[in-house]
């Protein structure tokens, strides 16, 4: 009986490890991508002109954790396909440490360029010191990191956040631009300190700060996700009687809220103003049915731009330090329109 | 009065009625219910409504508690199930077709007794500390959930669905039924069998228990797949509710929330008692707290402060200890001589 536990003990031991390996094994398929690697990867810092095909490109992700990041991931794939780079990828399962590794074999691999989303801002300095004395230029993508040397990386691509909340803000002045009355505005942020919904919350408020009837009269953390947004938004519709529009820091916590104002017998979109940022395909749809009024887009297709970046960085042309997305907005009718050819 | 005093509802339910007071003063809307369309419309509904995944976790927590063990994977569980139910139901050309919709609860279900089961041979057999047991499912959960739903999130348009989170019966939300079902099985179980004594018994002194005859190993198995069984039912909840599964978010630290409401409910980490109703209480409590942060308009940055002064609060208050040093500092106020002349007396 003894010798049966023991062994069960043992068994169950072996499976949790082919469990865990299992998962462990299967979220990192997507290192599968960087595929058959050029053999005669190119000593960094040398040719001024190369072949498309000579530039190999080592890019860290930070993981695969929304549609957004999915679409993000694609994008870069796809368009270093296009341009005709070799791809390294690396998933990085949203921790730093397995992005530092990876980075640390970008360098040893002499990659021409190394590009990736930190997964945290802090930390960074050495391994971007190690790249910077391999001679190996690094661009960040999307999230910036707090490094005090900026000569650490060649330039940050991704989105201002701040822009992002200002251009909320813009057509909600635009929309309330002549009205007498007081607008009341209730706030569903992102998860706090994080920079989106800092910067997101930032801008808008600086906007919105030249028309005293806008008023923002309850602003609380909707941690991004769906159920929250909708918790929240109940709570909000309870303990304030009168509101009139809805500013989402992104679609997701609006696409709750819409379930939340609907519930209460209101009509999204009518009878309260909604305001997200992001433009994922479900915030997209939403927009579409009239459901949310204004969308501010937070574009996961820099590939193309990083590609432009890549080759001007090996080709020695000067690269400016900081790079924004090229970033649109919709309004529910532009959303009708760009829904069928939206790529993510 | 010192019986009702000494009941282990007793400050349980002191400090619900201590938040609903705070509310009736500060928001009087708190309370006030209407008719929306057929089902009851107010903060007190959505408590209960938002609450009733929570109940239900802490409900399984509970008995796994009172075996001086604890569930951390509940939390994965919910992610799991939901996405496991979602993903079903997204792959179906009719997603309102109520066979669709009756499968992928079953097999939402089926995985959750699978994975309680999982923990409770880690648990048993294999004879490793719960914490630990359950801490693998707990990490490996997520990445279970997120392979499901392909780290994306998964939206289904089933009104079908969307009514066991979000539908009502009889005016009141669907989900309390859901929750009061489970209550009724829970307590029976505990309370009209047998069963609820060899938990507490296994709580107690499992090997004492195993030469009273009982089988220990089977008790502590079956009360884990009943709390895998709950955590995946309220996964269903949860994620019908907002119609979505979203495998990094959904349940993301209710294993917390529901030892929370399990030890607030007067049962003792260290097994071998456990009181149902006051979980209930418990996490009433904890989502009466919540909503009412949201609805004071609490700023987000020091929500966790207020949060966790509250439940510091509570707990100070429920401790035999602390309330009898505070009474005794009250009752016997010495002064400084007085003080001195005691200690050279004694």
């Known amino acids: 009986m003894k010798r049966i536990g023991k062994m069960g003990a043992v068994l169950a031991l072996t499976l949790s490890m082919v469990m865990l390996g299992a998962c462990g094994n299967n979220n990192g398929g997507n290192q599968a991508n960087s595929g058959n690697q050029a053999t005669k990867a190119p000593a960094a810092n040398t040719g001024n002109t190369k072949e498309a095909k000579d530039i190999t490109l080592g890019f860290s992700q930070v993981g695969a954790e929304s549609g957004w990041r999915s679409a993000n991931t694609k994008s870069i794939q796809d368009s270093a396909k296009e341009a005709g780079y070799t791809l390294k990828f690396s998933d990085a399962q949203q921790k730093q440490e397995n992005q530092i590794k990876a980075i640390r074999s970008f360098i040893q691999q002499k990659v021409d360029v190394i590009a990736f989303s930190p997964v945290v801002e802090s930390g960074w300095d050495t391994v971007l010191k190690e790249a910077k004395d391999a001679g190996i230029p690094v661009v960040l993508t999307d999230r910036a990191v707090d490094s005090k040397d900026t000569s650490l990386y060649v330039t940050f691509l991704g989105s201002d956040f701040v822009e992002e909340g200002r251009k909320a803000g813009q057509w909600l002045s635009e929309k309330y631009k002549d009205t007498t009355e007081d607008i009341n505005i209730v706030e569903l942020q992102g998860t706090t300190g994080s920079a989106p919904a800092n910067d997101r919350m930032a801008g808008f408020a600086e906007v919105i700060a030249s028309n005293p009837h806008l008023k923002v009269i309850a602003s609380q953390t909707g941690d991004f996700t769906r159920a929250k947004g909708k918790e929240v938004m109940q709570a909000f519709l309870k303990a304030n009687k009168d509101i009139d529009v809805l500013y989402a820091h992104n679609d997701d916590m609006a696409l709750g809220a819409i379930q939340a104002i609907e519930a209460a017998g209101l009509k999204p979109g009518q009878d309260i103003t909604i305001i997200s940022v992001d433009a994922v395909k479900d915030g997209m749809q939403a927009a579409s049915e009239g459901k949310i009024n204004f969308i501010v887009e937070c574009n996961p297709m820099l590939g193309p731009q990083l590609m432009d970046i890549v080759q001007n960085v090996v080709d020695g042309k000067p690269v400016e330090a900081r790079i924004v997305t090229k970033e649109s907005t919709f309004t529910s009718e532009q959303a009708k329109e760009a829904l069928p050819s939206r790529p993510y | ?346």
């Open chain 2, 1 to 346: 009065m010192g019986k009702l005093y000494k009941h282990h509802l007793f400050w349980p339910l002191c400090i619900l009625a201590a938040l609903l007071l705070f509310n009736l003063f500060y928001s009087p809307d708190f309370f006030s219910i209407t008719m929306h369309d057929g089902h009851l419309y107010g903060s007190l509904i959505d408590i209960l409504n938002f609450g009733a995944p929570l109940i239900l976790v802490a409900i399984g927590m509970t008995l796994v508690v009172a075996t001086k063990g604890i569930d951390l994977s509940v939390g994965s569980i919910v992610a799991i199930s939901g996405a496991l139910a979602c993903l079903t139901i997204s792959k179906g050309t009719d997603q309102n077709a109520l066979g669709l919709i009756v499968i992928s609860i079953l097999l939402a279900v089926g995985l959750s007794v699978l994975l309680g089961a999982w923990n409770g041979l880690l648990v048993s057999v294999a004879g490793i500390q719960p914490i630990i047991a359950t801490l693998i499912l707990m990490v490996a959960g997520r990445g279970i959930a997120q392979l499901v739903t392909g780290g994306q999130i998964i939206t289904v348009s089933s009104s079908k669905y969307s009514y066991i989170g979000s539908g009502a019966l009889a005016t009141l939300p669907f989900s309390i039924f859901v929750v009061v079902l489970m209550l009724i099985v829970a307590l029976l179980l505990t309370r009209k069998t047998s069963l609820g004594l060899f938990i507490e018994s296994v709580g107690c002194n499992p090997t004492a228990s195993l030469m009273a005859g009982i089988r220990a190993n089977w008790v502590i198995l079956s009360v884990y797949v009943f709390c895998g069984v709950c955590a995946g039912i309220a996964g269903l909840i949860l994620s019908s509710n907002v119609s979505s599964a979203d495998g990094n978010n959904a349940g993301l630290w209710y294993e917390l929330d529901a030892i929370l409401a399990v030890v607030i409910g007067g049962t003792s980490l260290n097994g071998g008692r456990f009181y149902l109703t006051g979980t209930v209480i418990g996490a009433l409590i904890i989502q009466t707290l919540t909503t009412t942060i949201y609805m004071i308009g609490v700023p987000p940055e020091i929500t966790l402060v207020v949060k966790s002064f509250v439940v510091l609060a509570v707990c100070l208050i429920q401790s035999d200890s602390f309330r009898a040093a505070i009474f005794y500092r009250w009752k016997t106020r010495h002064y400084p001589g007085e003080k001195e002349s005691i200690r050279h007396v004694s």
